[in-house]
């Protein structure tokens, strides 16, 4: 469970059993595979994604409660995320809850009573781009190409910056109209699209220090993906775990060989630093915004590595019917890979820690 301090661990831990529940009633693991499947088809599992809004409200999880939130913070946002993981949900979570970030962090107090009761409640969906590419027009209206925008698919609003003539502006983009083309991907769950805008109507958004926010949501981008990360890895040792302790070779439990001993406590090793390193950016997310951007880099780089390794020997301790297509360790696989290089190449990473303690590259 994501930052278990004194004060919030048994709300944290009973969220996590909730949204456990909500997604397994909803999507049973034995279904996981056709709902990706029909993801990779275009298709975002509904049913799953209505619960955890209506039942659970995670859109709302870090919106203060002024704002029609649930006052709570990033820790929750990130045990969703780590769920999101653990359950490879043909959900999107990971562009929702950026934008809502965005709307609530740009301190327009207009865009907020006009945007964030629709994201919350799921009637709009949204999405974030902080990529270049974008012009406005002297009517407002958005031109440009966003390429491999998260969630772009099935987006409504994208939330983005924009070139204008007096510099760089927030808006709130609408889709409808605009040329979306959505890319095959390896993380069959995870839509993927490029958005190509012809004089789209958008909301402006006041953000005093636009390039502020733009940081702001890359490190929390790292945040969320590093817990979906975490969450990858540690389904993929548990699964690892209940085979190995079942599965028998030569008589035996392929669990008493040493190699597959040794090779599970790899795994765990690298998943308990994993949680560390997250649990460290969830801190500095909620508490220490100074010190996020480093610790945003660490905790991607460290549960990147864990859910690469634990989904690969996952796959390996499974044997021959863990590379088939009907057995879900290749959803894993599939996630922990993809989401590596979610956000950019892990040498971007190292070099904003290096640079943090004065090392030049």
């Not at 994201?119 to 966003?146: C, N």
């Not at 004089?199 to 733009?214: F, G, N």
């Amino acid at each position: 469970m994501i930052l278990d301090d004194v004060d919030a661990i048994a709300d944290r831990a009973e969220l996590e059993e909730i949204l456990a529940a909500v997604i397994e009633r909803a999507t049973p693991r034995s279904e996981i595979v056709a709902r990706a499947d029909a993801a990779a088809a275009g298709q975002i599992d509904t049913t799953l994604w209505n619960r955890l809004i209506g039942e659970v409200g995670v859109l709302g999880l870090a919106v203060p409660e002024e704002l029609g939130g649930a006052g709570a913070s990033w820790a929750e946002v990130a045990v969703l995320m780590e769920q999101i993981g653990r359950s490879t949900a043909a959900v999107p979570a990971l562009g929702a809850v950026l934008a809502v970030d965005a709307i609530t962090a740009s301190g327009d107090t207009s865009a907020r009573a006009e945007l964030l009761p629709a994201l919350i409640t799921g009637e709009t969906l949204a999405t974030v781009w902080i990529g270049p590419g974008l012009t406005v027009s002297a009517a407002g209206a958005v031109s440009g190409q966003a390429p491999l925008v998260v969630e772009g698919g099935h987006a409504d609003l994208v939330i983005a910056k924009a070139e204008t003539g007096n510099g760089t502006e927030w808006f709130a983009i609408d889709t409808d109209g605009a040329d979306v083309h959505r890319h095959e991907t390896l993380d069959l769950v995870r839509d993927l699209a490029t958005i190509t805008f012809t004089d789209a109507a958008a909301r402006p958004i006041a953000v005093v220090e636009p390039d502020d926010l733009a940081l702001r949501l890359r490190d929390m981008a790292l945040v969320a993906v590093a817990a979906e990360q975490l969450g990858v890895a540690e389904q993929a040792l548990a699964d690892a775990v209940e085979y190995a302790g079942v599965r028998e070779q030569f008589r035996r439990v392929i669990g008493s060989f040493q190699a597959v001993k040794h090779l599970l406590a790899d795994v765990a090793t690298e998943t308990d630093l994993a949680r560390s390193m997250v649990e460290h950016a969830v801190w500095a997310a909620v508490a220490s915004p100074k010190d996020l951007p480093e610790a945003a880099a660490m905790a991607m780089l460290a549960a990147s590595r864990a859910a690469v390794l634990a989904s690969s020997e996952n796959v390996q301790v499974h044997g021959g019917i863990g590379f088939s297509w009907e057995h879900p360790a290749h959803l894993l696989f599939r996630k922990a890979r993809s989401n590596d290089c979610l956000l950019g190449p892990s040498a971007g990473l190292t070099d904003r820690i290096l640079s943090s303690h004065g090392v030049r590259q």
